[in-house]
């Protein structure tokens, strides 16, 4: 699968408080968490969005809570895809498992500017500076995880595996 | 293999297991809160399963936005509280039983030494203070839990902080943990095991143990861990009488990194916005005037820290115009601090005394922040908008700081602190 969009940076450590805040923990509905996703940064962040662009993030992005509805914001935002240097655990797992793309690649991170036209295949893991021409490759899943994200999530996974019978 | 190494393989069923590799493993508990257990159920109900795997292992506790903040949280703690009732959980608390999980849980003797732990709740890594493995995760990986009993991980390396010495009076495992991240950052242990070890942790009270391993997280730690002893025991024998296992790293055991601290000096600490890692000395935090402190959380909202509080205002009074909250954790040390007196103490110093809940801690109701306010709080997280407007600021301390800025008006020592 291959997403297109452009390039939407932030620094290192962005928080699950600035991604979501905690006041609208009152509802996993996707479009209504996108309204307030970033809100503390960029009130504007969700009307600035094409759907397929892409946010590109230096170390830690996503750390603090477990708040699953941090991806799903991100999601319900229009992000197609997120490039990082680094991923808090639980966030990582919580991006998996939502069916959000998720990248790995500092040099990638370095090299992009704000609005630069990027595209990411999640197939092969090379993700594109449409706009410089430049391309890296990142490291493949391992083969579970990437079980989930061929499944579509954890939840499709899980039902696959609890509705086939054991060998 | 060490102690994290040594819970993983046992519940993955292997005799040895090594770091980066992924495992399938068996949960003794899944826990999930008011906030994150409505995106459990609504994922649960979409796998195929009927019941949860047992009803005796999922544990929900209402405590984030309860009792019921607004209308929108009433609806999630129903939805919440009917799946409970149809899946006759065993360990559902309702408002008046109910108590901040992270605090209810060890309480009630639900989690053991060498239990493995998952929680739809970042801090679910405290348990780790019984010597248990214990991490958080998101809503759809406990939906999975609930419908399996498992969970795949993947084995994280080990960092070892040892202390030894005696830690100067009123620091507490708040004080050791701001300390630890202050220095290694907020990625410092990002997806590795924070394993404490050493003369100084071993002379920690349960109450501190739960403080450091509780701020695992606040590292990136997937887990923290204090390996169980005679003190842990006799903390279990009270609340227990299912058997447990102790593990514990042996003497070969590999860490990526070792650090070693010495108690004597680790200053009472303050962590300033934005970060949990800005962590400073007290002697280095200057005048700092606040409007607001919070006592609580799954943090410091136990017996220890508001005995502390209590010995500092004891007979004083909060600073003119400052706002002191205490929350304690649950029912039982909300009682216990009621019939030691500590409640007199707090009310007759002008502090307000709230039923257990996780409120202002992230924002969510009994002391939100407006803008151009500063409070000074012994919970967790102090990111930009932490407590409530996003021009609002939170440091974060201990309870003995915490009770002396209250009096202060402004952080201060407590009376017999080293500075």
Not at chain 2, 50 to 63: A, Q
Not at chain 2, 94 to 105: K, R, S, V, Y
Not at chain 2, 351 to 361: L, R
Request: charged content about 20%; hydrophobic content about 45%; aromatic content about 6%.
């Amino acid at each position: 699968m291959k997403i297109t969009g452009k390039a939407h940076k932030f620094g290192r450590d962005i928080d699950t408080d600035i991604i979501i805040p905690a006041q609208y923990l009152t509802t996993f509905d996707p479009d209504e968490l996108a309204l307030h996703c970033m809100e503390p940064l960029d009130g504007e962040f969700k009307a600035n969005v094409t759907p397929g662009d892409i946010i590109v993030a230096d170390e830690n992005f996503g750390c603090g809570s477990s708040r699953e509805h941090a991806p799903v914001a991100i999601k319900g935002a229009g992000i197609g895809a997120i490039i990082a240097k680094s991923f808090a655990r639980i966030f990582y797992r919580n991006a998996i498992n939502t069916g959000l793309p998720i990248f790995e690649s500092a040099e990638a991170v370095d090299a992009i500017n704000a609005c630069d036209e990027l595209s990411v295949d999640t197939g092969t893991g090379v993700i594109t500076n449409v706009t410089t021409g430049r391309t890296w490759r990142t490291a493949a899943f391992p083969e579970f995880l990437a079980g989930v994200i061929e499944a579509g999530g954890l939840i499709e996974y899980t039902r696959r595996r609890v509705a086939a019978p054991r060998k | 293999m060490n102690i994290t190494e040594k819970i993983i393989a046992a519940h993955a069923g292997r005799d040895r297991v090594a770091p980066g590799e992924l495992v399938s493993v068996k949960i003794d508990v899944a826990l999930a809160n008011d906030i994150t257990a409505p995106g459990a159920i609504l994922e649960f109900a979409k796998i195929g399963v009927e019941r949860v795997f047992d009803k005796d292992k999922v544990v929900i506790v209402p405590d984030h936005f309860t009792p019921n903040k607004d209308i929108a949280s009433a609806e999630q703690a129903k939805m919440v509280r009917t799946f409970a009732r149809a899946q006759d959980l065993t360990n559902y608390f309702e408002i008046g039983q109910m108590g901040i999980e992270h605090a209810l849980l060890p309480e009630l003797g639900l989690v053991l030494p060498g239990d493995l732990v998952i929680g739809a709740d970042s801090h679910t890594c405290t348990y780790g203070g019984l010597g248990a493995f214990s991490t958080g995760m998101g809503s759809t990986d406990l939906a999975a839990a609930f419908a399996t009993g498992e969970t795949w991980l993947k084995v994280p390396p080990s960092l070892k902080f040892n202390i030894e010495g005696t830690l100067g009076p009123w620091v507490t495992g708040k004080d050791i943990i701001l300390y630890i991240i202050g220095r290694i950052g907020v990625d410092g242990a990002l997806y590795k095991a924070m394993e404490f070890t050493g003369g100084a942790i071993g002379a920690l009270s349960m109450d501190s143990r739960f403080s450091i391993c509780n701020m695992a997280i606040e590292a990136g730690g997937k887990n923290g861990i204090i390996a169980a002893d005679a003190t842990t025991r006799a903390y279990v024998a009270e609340r227990s009488d299912r058997p447990y296992t102790v593990f514990e790293s042996d003497d070969d055991a590999a860490y990526e990194r070792v650090f070693e601290f010495r108690a004597e000096d680790i200053e009472l600490q303050v962590a300033f916005p934005h970060l949990p890692s800005n962590a400073r000395g007290l002697s280095d935090v200057g005048e700092v005037v606040v409007d607001q402190v919070v006592i609580g959380s799954c943090t410091n909202g136990r017996i220890e820290d508001l005995r502390i509080a209590a010995k500092i205002l004891k007979g004083q009074t909060v600073h003119r115009g400052l706002r002191l909250i205490i929350i304690p954790a649950t029912q039982k040390i909300y009682k216990q601090a009621m019939n030691e007196g500590l409640f007199d103490i707090f009310i007759d110093a002008g502090a307000a005394i709230s039923t257990p809940t996780c409120g202002p801690c992230l924002g969510g109701h009994m002391g939100v922040l407006a803008a151009g306010e500063r409070a000074l709080a012994t919970t967790n997280r102090n990111f930009v908008g932490r407590m409530g407007h996003k021009e609002s600021e939170v440091y974060l301390a201990g309870p003995a700081v915490a009770a002396a800025t209250a009096i202060a008006g402004k952080i201060s020592a407590p009376d017999g602190a080293e500075n």
